[in-house]
């Protein structure tokens, strides 16, 4: 054994998943303006995200739709009390234009 060295590859190597939360990024750009109306919001609101669920449930609605994460409930993403009457949905400006 040598310490300098990495170990072989030929001892026993196997590919493990990522872990839960890993998922690919957005090269393409699917989803980025969800995603930097959800940073606007909380920058406008000092980082407290509790005003901006629903633009957090709408960026990951959008990564789901799009195949960059696995689809999972939104109890299990602690979004599942967001409903659908969301100040989004009641202030178009607050949507992007997708």
Known sequence: MSFGRPPS???GFSATP???????????GECKQYMQVYLDC??????????CRHLNKDYLEC??????????EWKNL?????????????????????
């Not at 990522?18 to 393409?28: A, E, I, V």
């Open 9 to 11: 590859i030929s001892v």
């Open 18 to 28: 990522p872990d839960r939360g890993s998922f690919p990024l957005d090269h393409y």
């Open 42 to 51: 909380l920058r406008k609101n000092g980082s407290n995200s509790t005003p």
């Open 63 to 72: 990564r789901m739709n799009r195949g960059l994460m696995e689809r999972d």
């Open 78 to 98: 602690g979004l599942g009390g967001v409903g659908e009457t969301s100040v989004a949905k009641d202030n178009p400006k607050d949507r992007p234009n997708v």
